[in-house]
């Protein structure tokens, strides 16, 4: 993933071995699969749900992800 305007500010891995990748900037969370595959999971445009994630962790299928422009985590299920 190579953009001037993105801001990666964290990485988990799901069960698959997908890396996901939290973007502080703008405020999106994409998954890249073993074979170099990017896949933009989430954006948010209005930060009214994400607001410009940072770390995350996966649990069971959902996403918490820490959200540093409110004080808040963000609870997504992935599909």
Do not use: F, Q
Not at 59 to 66: K, Q, S, W
């Amino acid at each position: 993933l190579e953009a001037d305007d993105i801001v990666i500010d964290g990485l988990t891995l799901d069960e698959a071995g997908n890396l996901i990748l939290m973007c502080y900037a703008p405020s999106r969370v994409y998954r890249r699969n073993p074979d170099g595959e990017l896949e933009l999971l989430i954006d948010d445009p209005d930060h009214s749900v994400l607001c410009h994630p940072t770390n995350g962790v996966l649990h069971e299928g959902t996403l918490y992800t820490a959200n540093l422009g409110r004080w808040h985590i963000t609870k997504v299920p992935l599909p």
